[in-house]
């Protein structure tokens, strides 16, 4: 998708309508802005309901501060404007409520962004505003005082946070990985002592997780292909819906007859892939003209070493990460299905899969058809692109199950002996 062709109006109300639905902010909750090409800022009206809000909607502040629509603009409009006259750079401002980031603005505290690489990547230096009235000069006295730092990233004290972008799409996926990556510590601190990456570590992973592979140009895309790249698709767009994916990160990939596969593409937001920009790998080259996800490496190796896997998919589900950021370890002896789907979950060292693909691929086999790389990644493979999708979901609610246990009491894994029949029962090796 072209966002850049899109008109502010549609941006914002496609932007807000995806925090309110994500879960993200509330009716009443949040406020938006682009500034356009002459000095117009485009924002969010105030007292509107953001579940239905419409292009007519949208607010426009002239350059001399007429405002022009058929609302008031938002009542932090003002904060907006102190962004843009002093960061020339930003344009466009998000400001949202979201659950776990509030949590942490009540405490005072800023989210630890060191937990997995793409988080400091993407959210860069966050930065904490002291409390001020709403709507107040001092408020936005605050959060300006941080962007005039170089900060782009702003937690306000018992309130929420503010993000500024190049552009409404860029300010989303900061959003929505900070919150992320506040929901993910929050999980780990039920589970054990969370562990951090150095900065090292995630500048080394930053370089060195590139796929950087030759050329090739399909000379036809097969039925096999097209109905792959479909269902690579439709899948993807659940898992993002299912918050196993975010915009930013979730990798998925399947085989071909022909020994080639077709892999997400790096860098382009999951919720709007289409079948046009998946990408396919054959032989160590990469369809021309696109750049495949950066653990495609990765993905070669196992299919190499594995006939049997016909699907692979690298993801970072909320509940799931907590285990891999802390030294809790997970067990999924915990209901049947768990077991049946999970097995026995083998643990790798961070820069695993990126340092050392061919040794992580062969840490897979059929009783261990998940990885779980600290403070990275989980792996999953399957016997088809479905079979994946179930393991990761089935990973996820398993997690969830766990962390919810916390307090109810000790939890009771399913006895040796009765792994045992379920493995007779099931045919499982």
Partial sequence: MRFELLHPA??????MHRIYYRGMTTTSGGNLSIRDENGDIWITPSGIDKGLLTRDDIMRILPDGTFVGRHKPSSEHPFHRSVYERRPDIKAVLHAHSPSLVAFSIVRRLPEVNLIPNMKLVCGEVALAPYALPGSRLLGGN???EFDRGCNVVVLENHGVVIGAKDIFQAFMA???LES????????LKVGRVRTLSDEQIENSDKMNFADLPDFTPVSHSSEENAVRRDLVKLIHRSYEQNLFR???GTYSARLADGSFVITPFGLDRMYLDVEDLVRVRE???????????????HEEIYAR???VQSVLVAHPPHMMAFLVTDAGFDARTIPESYILLREAVRVPFGASFLDPAGTADRLSARHPVLLCENDCVIVTGSSLLNAFDRLEVAEFTARSILASTGLGRIVHIADQEIRDIDVAFHLA
């Fill in 10 to 15: 549609d941006q914002l109300v496609m932007m």
């Fill in 143 to 145: 959060i300006a005082a």
């Fill in 175 to 177: 959003f929505e990985t």
């Fill in 181 to 188: 990556c506040a929901l993910l510590e929050i999980n780990a």
């Fill in 247 to 249: 915009s930013t990160q």
């Fill in 284 to 298: 160590g080259h990469k369809e021309a003209g696109k750049k495949p996800s950066r653990s495609a490496r990765l």
């Fill in 306 to 308: 594995h006939p049997d």
